[in-house]
């Protein structure tokens, strides 16, 4: 039996590549994060992303905000800032954190677009 080590521990999220994520926030019913900046959120975004700036001083005061028993879907630009970030969402309460496996870099990659509004 195989066992994934990046599938679930106390610090990391579950990792989707691109198609699988894609497939998961098409759903509804999760909370989907760019943990980017501002300035890189502009340029480009998933549709219905919300921005909570990983550099910001009150990061973790915004993921307070959310719901922690929905599921949250985390991306940034390359994976690095997001897999930072899962061991705040897991301080704050979440325990269904799922992570864009590369990032927009990824994402686009594959073909998916970004909305710029």
Known sequence: MLYNCNWYTDTSAILLEPKAFSAKIDKG?????DVRTPKEYAEGHIENA???NYYSKNFED?????????PVYIYCRSG???AKSVSKFRAVGFDSIYELEGGMLNWRSEGFKANTN
């Open 29 to 33: 019913g999760v909370q989907l994060i």
């Open 50 to 52: 919300i921005n909570i």
């Open 62 to 70: 915004s993921l307070k905000l959310l719901d922690i028993k929905k």
């Open 80 to 82: 690095k800032r997001s």
